[in-house]
């Protein structure tokens, strides 16, 4: 049973910087694609960032130069590192992970970007 618990979000400052969290259970990070997604109100669901179990990583191309995410195999978690951040980053942050044709969702962790 694969659990996947986000941690980490809240509110900055635009120009802020925050760093959210994915823990895994019931599975290796090492072994599986593991993404984050994010969606704000009123908007898709879309795609922030990837990194595969070669250490390859994909990104959102309006993210790429402000956001990194990276896998800590000895944790067994996934972060995202967000720097810059602007109100259009506003949105809920769900982490995810796709072992062959098994893709498996977190609750999300809130970010919220305002003055």
């Known amino acids: 049973h694969v659990q996947l618990v986000e941690s980490g979000g809240g509110s900055v400052q635009p120009g802020g910087s925050l760093r959210v969290s994915c823990a895994a259970s019931?599975?290796?990070?090492?072994?599986?694609?593991m993404g984050w997604y994010r969606q704000a109100p009123g908007k898709q669901h879309e795609l922030v960032a990837t990194?595969?179990?070669?250490?390859?990583?994909n990104y959102l191309d309006s993210l790429k130069g402000r956001f990194t995410i990276s896998r800590d195999n000895a944790e067994n978690t996934v972060d995202l590192q967000m720097n810059s951040l602007i109100p259009e980053d506003t949105a809920g942050y769900y982490c995810?992970?796709?072992?062959?044709?098994?893709?498996?969702w977190g609750r999300g962790t809130q970010v919220t970007v305002a003055s």
């Open positions: 995810n992970e796709r072992w062959g044709a098994v893709i498996s």
């Open positions: 019931g599975t290796l990070v090492s072994l599986s694609v």
């Open positions: 990194i595969t179990s070669g250490g390859r990583t």
